[in-house]
């Protein structure tokens, strides 16, 4: 049997528990044995309050204790731990594994994805990208993080900070665009949704093809009187801006081809 | 019986012809009666030849043309048609109702997706977007469009500018975007696929969220130094300049909030 703490009651910590509290692999002996939130009701839906704590000094012996605070806390936190050589890991994308005190072996136990508040998601698909000092602690890792996940991945931390990066140009950015085209449609009174369905079929492209081949448009085309009858018609400053810098951006991925 | 004719061979003319040739509500009584095809051979799959010409004298009699060429062929095929007063549309998303030649009652048909040769799409789900002249006109369009599209809108000329800005927006931008995460992921030696599940749950949030409450991300949450990791960890010029400016634009909308 291996037991996990989880300290945290954040969205990604509460979307840990509830997945270790329903693992994909019910085979796999694997046991959430407790959880530190500082305020206890804030998990009181997820966990038995039996197992609930927000005293650092009444957390139980356990063999991977997985840190998910923000990043600022993770430091602060892991040299709060009154125990020494357990294993400690992070949940972070972006904090190096050595900001973790070194009190304790250290990980990382990154699942690249992003949390809605109170929105399931399927744990199964969710990447998870593991870091550890030694072997033995990464083999722990990846049983606890396969309990969880069919896709688990050996990230060290150069690559996970590129993954960090890649994540907020493809999640955090590709929102925004949807919030310019949003602020377009309504300055001209067409409903947004419209637009559902062709970005929903811009995605289903993105799995089946890679996004060089998937790339299309007047930017692609070098269809410059499209290019100028768009720049044209924006009236916004700042949208204007981004059109012409990604769309040089395509032009000149074009030319390297 | 409702009588089409459609007028080329490309992507989006070849996806119409296999939506009518299978609509979506049998009961409607639209045929398709013929193509024109300058090269009768490339949609020979798709049609019986006998439906096929490469002759615009012999182009049958129909209530309805559908030009779907590209946007600089329109005005001129418009104008090689040898007829007068029929109602004649195109579908660009760019082109004005106007480029189509005076001589016959003029609309637009404007399907609101990315095609990809070869690969089949659900015409049901995709908005169609008309245009006409007339009452009259419009509801021969609306009896046509709903035959093959569960969504159709009337869009004015103005609305369809707006709405092919936002496209290249949500669509080709974003994608391209897909792009730049995938040549981060390369110079890291990281799998771009590990950053699938992120994409897919990223456009299930913006298929029942507004693009506000989905943003997410250190810009968003004015995470300085994470900002400043990133920043400090993109080597390519090109790669910062989008990062910077696409951060500074989700800031600003913060601050208008």
New interface residues.
């Given amino acids: 049997m291996i037991k996990v703490v989880i300290i945290g009651s954040g969205n990604v910590a509460q979307h840990l528990i509830a997945a270790f509290q329903n693992p994909h692999r019910p085979g796999t002996e694997i046991e959430l044995v407790q959880v530190y939130s500082r305020q206890i009701k804030s998990v009181s839906h997820l966990i038995d309050l039996e197992k609930v704590t927000n005293n650092f000094n009444t957390l139980v012996e356990a063999d991977i204790y997985i840190i998910s605070v923000s ?1 600022d806390a993770i430091a602060e936190v892991s040299s709060n731990l009154a125990f020494k050589n357990r294993l400690v890991v992070h949940t972070s994308g ?1 904090v190096s594994l050595h900001a973790l005190d070194e009190n304790n072996r250290r990980g990382v136990f990154y699942p ?3 949390f ?1 508040k109170n ?1 399931v ?1 399927d744990f199964n ?3 998870i ?1 593991l870091e550890s000092e030694n072997g033995i602690d990464y083999e722990l890792l990846d049983k606890v993080a396969k309990s969880i996940s069919g ?1 688990v ?1 050996a ?1 060290n931390s ?2 996970r ?22 602020e ?2 309504q ?4 409903p ?1 949704e ?10 289903r ?3 089946v ?4 081949e ?7 085309r070098n ?1 410059t ?2 290019i100028e ?2 720049e044209a ?2 009236s916004n400053e ?1 949208h204007l ?3 012409k ?2 769309t040089q ?2 032009q ?2 074009g030319k390297k081809l």
Avoid: W
């Fill in positions: 990043d972006s690249l994805q992003t809605t929105k998601v698909i969710i990447p990208c896709t991945y990230i150069e690559q900070k590129a993954l960090h990066v890649v994540a907020v140009f493809v999640n955090n950015f590709t929102n925004h665009l949807y919030q310019i085209g949003q377009i449609c300055e001209h009174q067409v947004f419209i637009l559902r369905p062709l970005i929903a079929e811009t995605v492209k993105i799995m093809l890679s996004p060089q998937a790339q299309t448009g007047p930017a692609k269809d009187s499209t009858a768009h018609f924006l700042n801006t981004i059109y810098i990604l951006s395509i000149e991925n």
